[in-house]
């Protein structure tokens, strides 16, 4: 039986899990993004059975061993190799069929083959727009900040006011830097907006709990910083953010829980805030976590937990 690992293997999170699947006894089939001339992959459907293989330089793997998918892949489009390709090169056409056949597999192997995945693509697609994710947020008992999408600047004023206070974020799946609306400095910008919609949110104070959902299990880091944005506390506040584990309460642990699971999200980053007032806000729930820094600063056996889970089948 065999853990497949589709990703970077010198990505930190990769490598983590990677190093996790050794020390566990697995071997895994890496499949690596950037080597798709090294690389095939004949998978079909038919009857309702999911059959074919993977094969990787000299291995070839029966897609029926496989018992765990760790799914952390980039774009064809992206690729060093194929950054100025056209689409329709050989080489383009051939990374983008493999993609595609192995984005297939991956939705279809948990039910196919009983295989365990962390996580679909489709899966991971709710956190592509933050107000829509919200929603489900909201659906699993967790407060979300009070927020607004607007191209009005007179909306986006009012907001701040009424708010005491507003930061501004990318309303999509794409990493942005978290900062503070400054209605002074920030008056011509404001203006801006007309032609781009932008995310505001209330300024939500308090402490910063970063939650990783393994299954059942969860892993929790507090974190120790001012910055607005604690993974960029160098930039903006001059030092580093600390890192601690931090026992959840068992209510919400089982609320972090039971949000991945109707995420559909095995493998989750749950965005908490202990706010001052009270609240337990959930910022976001991440469908790939970038865990690597949380396992190393707060010493949370993150790739343990998910090398167990994904061999757990076998």
């Not at 071997?27 to 690389?39: G, I, K, S, W, Y």
């Not at 690729?79 to 051939?94: G, H």
Request: aromatic content about 6%.
């Amino acid at each position: 039986m065999s853990v497949m690992v589709w990703g970077v293997p010198t990505e930190s999170p990769v490598a983590l899990l990677l190093e996790a699947l050794s020390r566990n006894g697995a071997d895994p089939v890496v499949v690596h993004p950037r080597q798709f001339l090294e690389q095939s992959v004949d998978i079909g459907l038919s009857g309702g059975e999911l059959r074919g293989s993977i094969r990787v330089q000299d291995r070839t793997t029966d897609v029926g061993d496989i018992v765990g998918v760790y799914v952390r892949p980039i774009e064809p489009e992206l690729v060093p190799e194929l950054k100025d390709v056209a689409a329709d090169d050989p080489a383009m056409q051939r990374a983008r069929a493999q993609f595609d056949a192995l984005m297939a597999f991956t939705e279809a192997a948990p039910d196919a083959l009983g295989c365990r995945v962390a996580s679909r693509l489709s899966a991971m697609a709710s956190n592509m727009s933050k107000p829509y994710q919200a929603q489900l947020v909201q659906k699993g008992g967790f407060d979300t900040p009070e927020t607004v999408v607007t191209d009005d600047p007179d909306e986006a004023r009012a907001f701040v006011r009424a708010h005491r206070g507003a930061i501004y974020k990318s309303v999509s799946g794409v990493r942005s830097i978290v900062s503070i609306v400054d209605l002074d400095r920030d008056a011509e910008r404001l203006e801006l907006i007309r032609w781009c919609p932008v995310q505001f949110q209330e300024n939500v104070r308090g402490r910063d709990v970063r939650v990783h959902v393994v299954g059942d299990e969860v892993y929790a880091a507090i974190v120790d910083s001012s910055a607005t944005d604690y993974r960029y506390a160098r930039a903006q506040v001059g030092e580093d953010a600390t890192l601690a584990p931090y026992a959840l309460p068992d209510e919400v642990a089982e609320r972090c829980v039971v949000l991945a699971r109707d995420l559909d999200l095995p493998f989750a980053g749950v965005d908490l805030k202990l706010a001052d007032d009270g609240r337990i806000v959930c910022f976001e729930v991440n469908p790939s976590p970038g865990y690597s820094w949380y396992e190393t600063a707060a010493g949370l056996p993150i790739s343990d937990a998910l090398a167990r889970w994904l061999m757990r089948a076998a």
